[in-house]
């Protein structure tokens, strides 16, 4: 099994571009969620999805978009990219909220 | 609003030595206690998770403590090592499969 992967590891963007971070798991999980990681914020979460066809917004959902068409996969995308979006992105997958989560390896992202 | 308060943001352990890691929180609803583990690099992984009908669970080295009526739940790390340095989270979740909420990280440092 792969668990979560997430694609690309690293990307460098210019404000105003737009892009999609891909998160796929194998696991046949129904939850997954993106979150963002900043020095000394801990771990943010953007949106989340409870099953294929469901998503509802995080914490800090501005400027990010998802959807959810199957169960594996659940992309992130950034509609005009601001240098305040740079940061590392994590995918996450579980069976539930209350069950362990997978990460992925993130994606560092940084825009200029 | 900060729903889950960690502390300290950062700890040096002699080799050897009791690692102690704290949460509070003010919501009730909460019911799923996790921690979590990362290193750098890599996406988190679940380390101990503990549920508010349970006061301690012990897993080799790592202990969770709860304590309902302060709110407050504890990571301790017995004869801390070298491999044990990471960043680790502590997180909760209200009933239902809502979302985690994170604590803002606690960088682990042993020494030997």
């Known amino acids: 099994n792969a668990g979560v992967t997430q694609t690309p590891k690293f990307q460098v963007l210019k404000t105003g571009q737009s892009m999609t971070l891909q998160c796929a798991q194998d696991m046949n999980h129904e939850y997954m969620s993106w979150y963002r990681q900043d020095p000394g914020m801990g771990l943010r979460l953007i949106h989340y999805s409870v099953g294929a066809g469901i998503t509802d917004q995080g914490e800090v959902p501005n400027g990010y978009n998802v959807s959810r068409s199957t169960t594996e996969d659940f992309p992130l995308r950034l509609l005009s990219a601001a240098p305040s979006q740079t940061s590392v992105y994590f995918c996450?997958?579980?069976?539930?909220?209350?069950?362990?989560?997978?990460f992925g390896d993130g994606t560092r992202l940084s825009i200029l | 609003q900060q729903q889950v308060k960690q502390s300290p943001q950062s700890l040096i352990v002699q080799k050897g030595g009791i690692s102690i890691i704290n949460c509070a929180y003010e919501?009730?609803?909460?019911?799923?206690f996790p921690w979590y583990q990362q290193f750098p690099g890599k996406g988190p992984a679940l380390l101990i998770a503990i549920r508010p009908d349970v006061s301690e669970k012990k897993e080799g080295r790592f202990t969770i403590s709860f304590n309902k009526s302060a709110k407050q739940f504890s990571l301790h790390i017995m004869d801390s090592q070298p491999g044990d340095s990471a960043t680790y989270f502590c997180a909760a979740r209200v009933a239902g499969n809502t979302p985690l909420v994170f604590g803002k990280g606690t960088r682990l440092s042993v020494i030997a």
């Open positions: 996450a997958s579980s069976r539930a909220s209350n069950q362990p989560q997978h």
């Open positions: 919501n009730t609803a909460f019911d799923y």
